[in-house]
T-cell receptor, first 116, second 114 residues
């Protein structure tokens, strides 16, 4: 099955700096890669996703890049703000897997702390 | 107000007891999922269902059971066979139209075994 590794497990940045979180996956058939943000005590929420036919996607201060050859994808947050402090999870899915539907395999999470 | 509702939010159980966690959605989603969240281990899939009366095991199904008698409901039973049941449990749902997409999560249920 799919295995997703995520690094680093913790990341501390100064407000205004950029943050980068990296994930690798094992199943070359995976074709959907979302990122979820979980604030303390709250539910995970989707912040951005990318599909395998795209190499990069941007949404304001957030961007995701995908390298299918190397089987890795990254989340980039620019101009970080205190409200960006949360746990971020990457995930991968193979939508073509029979019966797999939207079965996601998640990384272990990155605790991002934005310091003033 | 559309969404996904889990109950109870907190649950305490004695060893050897079964407990059932409720998950209801009014988003008209076909697929529903149960994940377990432990510190440092991310979200691990327990069971998922894509259609009523059908469900599949995820990566850590041992000691758990589910049912999907209605599209809106996907309860999870944590049985006494689950060796380490203390955890945070998250239910989610998604549409299957157009391929994989966003999972909508409930607020979670925290189970503590005493």
């Amino acid at each position: 099955g799919e295995n997703v590794e995520q690094h680093p497990s913790t990341l501390s940045v100064q407000e205004g700096d950029s943050a980068v979180i990296k994930c690798t996956y094992s199943d070359s058939a995976s074709n959907y890669f979302p990122w979820y943000k979980q604030e303390l005590g709250k539910r995970p929420q989707l912040i951005i996703d990318i599909r395998s036919n795209v190499g990069e996607k941007k949404d304001q201060r957030i961007a995701v890049t995908l390298n299918k050859t190397a089987k890795h994808f990254s989340l980039h947050i620019t101009e970080t703000q205190p409200e960006d402090s949360a746990v971020y999870f990457c995930a991968a899915s193979n939508s073509g897997l029979t019966g797999g539907g939207n079965k996601l395999t998640f990384g272990t999470g990155t605790q991002l702390k934005v310091e003033l | 107000d559309g969404g996904i509702t889990q109950s109870p939010k907190y649950l305490f159980r004695k060893e050897g007891q079964n407990v059932t966690l409720s998950c209801e959605q009014n988003l008209n989603h076909d697929a529903m999922y149960w994940y377990r969240q432990d510190p440092g281990q991310g979200l691990r899939l327990i069971y998922y269902s894509q259609i009523v009366n059908d469900f599949q095991k995820g990566d850590i199904a041992e000691g758990y059971s589910v049912s999907r008698e209605k599209k809106e409901s996907f309860p999870l039973t944590v049985t006494s066979a689950q060796k380490n049941p203390t955890a945070f449990y998250l239910c989610a749902s998604s549409s299957l139209a157009g391929g994989p997409g966003e999972l909508f999560f409930g607020e979670g249920s925290r189970l503590t075994v005493l």
